[in-house]
Each structure stands twice: as C-alpha cells, then as structure tokens.
C-alpha cells in the first residue's frame, strides 16, 4: 500500500468517525440538558469603568458603565451594584448622564470613547425614562465611539453627544450633535472632517446655553499601542446660544492642540480647567479666568497630567463650591487646593488602579463617584473612606482557561490587574470574592 492509498484511508475513516459522533449527538434528547443554565462564578472585582454619574437629589444613587460590561445602578452608595443593561445588544459603554430635572431620564452612551490599543466598539445612544428599568434606542448606531454625553438641567429632552467615530478608519459621524426631542432626532452641530470626533461636552449649569465642548483628531493604527495619527485638527469650541453656533477657543492655548478635556467651576462658572494633550505627546493642565477667552499652563507638575496620552488623558472635575479646590482622574487620582497649582495624590498609587472619571455630587461635594480600571468607588465624606470594588463582577477579560484541580479553578487574564484564578464552588454555601485569588504577574 502507498502513501496515498494510506492518506486516503485515513481521511476516510476520519469521515465516518466524524459523523458517527454527529449522529450520536444528534441522538441526545433535549430533556438531559435542558435544565442546564448559565451561572455567573466571578471574578469579584471590578473591572475598567470609564461613565460614571449619579443623581444630586438622591445622594445615594449611582450609574456606572464598564467599557465591556454594561451599565450597572447602586442605590445604597455603592456597597452593591445590580446590572439593568444585560438584555441590549452592547455592552460596551462610555458616557451616562442623567436628566437634573427628571432623574427618571438617563441616557447611556455606547463604545468606550477611547481611541487604545485594546477597545470594544458600541452601536449608538439609549435612554430610559425609568431610571434604568427599560430601555430604547435612540440612533447614532454608526458612531462607534461615543465618549460624552450632556443633558440640559432645564430640559430632559436637550442632549450633546460627542460622537468620536471609528477607531481605526474614516467616519462620517464623527462629531459634535444636539438633539431637541429626546433623541428621536439628532443635528451635527460641529463638524470637522472625516478623521476627527468629538471627545468632550460641557453644559455650564448656570447658564445652560453656555457649552463647551472638544474635537479630537486620531486614528487608531492596527498595532499595539498605535497611535499614530493623533493631530491638531480638532480643538476647543465654545457656544452661548444653546449650540446653535460655535466659535473657537485658541488663545493661551498650544497651536498643536490635540486633545482637550474641560471642567466648569460651579460656583464660579468663568473658571474652568483643563486637561490637554499635543500632538507632538505633551500633556498640561491649563486654567481660564474669563469663560475661556484666554488660557495658561496653570502647574509644572507632572504628575495630574501623567498619562501616556491619547485616550487615556485624564479628566477634571471641579468641587461644587470650591472653584480652587479640583480633581483629575489619572494613574493616580490627584487634587489642587489652590486652584491647580500645586497636587497631592488623592486615591490610588502608580500600580494599575488608573483612575478613568468621577463624578461629584453638585449638591454635596463629599460624595464622590470615582471609577477606575478596578471598578468604581464612592466616598461621602470627601475621601477618607471609601466603598469596596470587590462587589462588581465586571472584570473585562482577555481570554479564559480551566485547570484540573477539583473543585476546578477558571483563570484568566484581567485588564491591568494581572492573572486572576476564582474557584467553581465556595466552602461557605455561595462563590464569594473570598474564592478569587492572584496568580502569576502582572
């Protein structure tokens, strides 16, 4: 017998093997596996959060949006977080904002709004009109990224989207858009060209015609950490009609502006603050007296600023009746007490945590809402406590594996939080955050 005789056989014995085994299992009666159903085993840690927002009348509600994870509600100050997004068809998440003059309006945002080297993509805007219990959606479905949302506080039916659009092409939705009935129906109201999205709005609630919002110009390149097409064809843009014209914001400003993140002061609405990138990759924290007319470089520190750049530059927030007192969402969440001059480590340190956004009580600034690549967080009284990030099984994961000791472990590796092993039964009648462990490095 030759080889090819031998090859033959072989492929055909491969042949009936296979389908022997598919008539076996097509023999299988529905009723031995019926009963089986999915159950959720962890891990009992958070994973990277990227929207955040909560409800000033309500100090202990909060909304928080995985950027692979779905949209999760709390209603006891984040001590436990119930999912209310798992039935819509994307679970990749990176704005929420909730209507101040009807907490029973929020609208969520898809796509994680971050040009990065590893991303999910989403298919447009949601909105509920009962606090999250159902939801419609409302269009944009070709965005992709959306990383900001802005509802008027006058107007549950006025909203902003910064749409940033594909990661790693050109988009025509790219853009800044307005809607005026709820989003039924949306306007682009700043548009630049096909490389370039919107990445930041800003609603000045003491004068909600007064906005403020950025375009960013940035192709993702196919390969890791490829950002290779960041420039300065985007900006800083301002409105005092409601949206309905724009002018631009340059001055003080660098001429190679890429990215840019804005934050109003509450309680003094001239003041605003913010982070930005070049494209030739430096990153400053800059401060307006006048509302935006005229900028400066504000602090030589490094470090409220001290993110690679690109998606990841970090956010600020301003307290709501300190204009001197502001955060920035970084590595490490920093804050400035002399109206961001000089910086001091607020929550975290330079090991993985990476701080993403927060939000803060307009009402009551002790109560804070901070999210970060381990979940989200929330303090009442300014900091010096925190809630737990081991209640979110929201872990965004790179793949999975099972061992074989018994009971089996599943393990896999967690966005910067490095391999993580959780065990399929528990010695206390549940599978707690007690049964996940660490395994190898980071």
Known sequence: MNRSQVTLRLFVFSILLFSCAAISWAQVPENSYQELHWRMIGPFRGGRTRAAAGVPSQPNLFYVGQVNGGVWKSDDYGRTWNPIFDQEPTQSIGAIAVAASDPNVVYVASGEGLHRPDLSVGNGIYKSTDAGKTWTHLGLADGQQIPALAVDPRDPNKVFAAVLGYPYGPSQERGIYRSTDGGQNWQKVISKDENTGGSDVEIDPSNPDVIYASMWEAREGPWEDGNEFNGAGGGLFKSTDGGATWHPLTNGLPKDLSQIYVAIAPSDPRRLYATLATASGKLNVYRSDDAGDSWSQITNDPRPSGRIGGGDLPIPKVDPKNPDLVYVASTVTMRSADGGKTW??????????????????????????????????????????????????????????????????????????????????????????RDWHPVGVI
């Open 344 to 433: 001091s480590g607020f929550r975290g340190a330079p090991g993985g945590d990476d701080y993403q956004n927060l939000w803060i009580n307009p009402n009551d600034g002790n109560i804070i809402l901070l999210v970060s690549d381990q979940g989200a967080l929330v303090t009442v009284n300014r900091g010096e406590t925190w809630s737990s990030w081991y209640n979110q099984p929201t872990a965004q994961l790179y793949h999975a594996i099972a061992n074989n000791t018994f009971p089996y472990r599943v393990c896999a590796g967690q966005q910067e939080s490095g391999s993580v092993c959780i065990s399929t039964r528990g010695n206390d009648g549940e599978i707690t955050f």
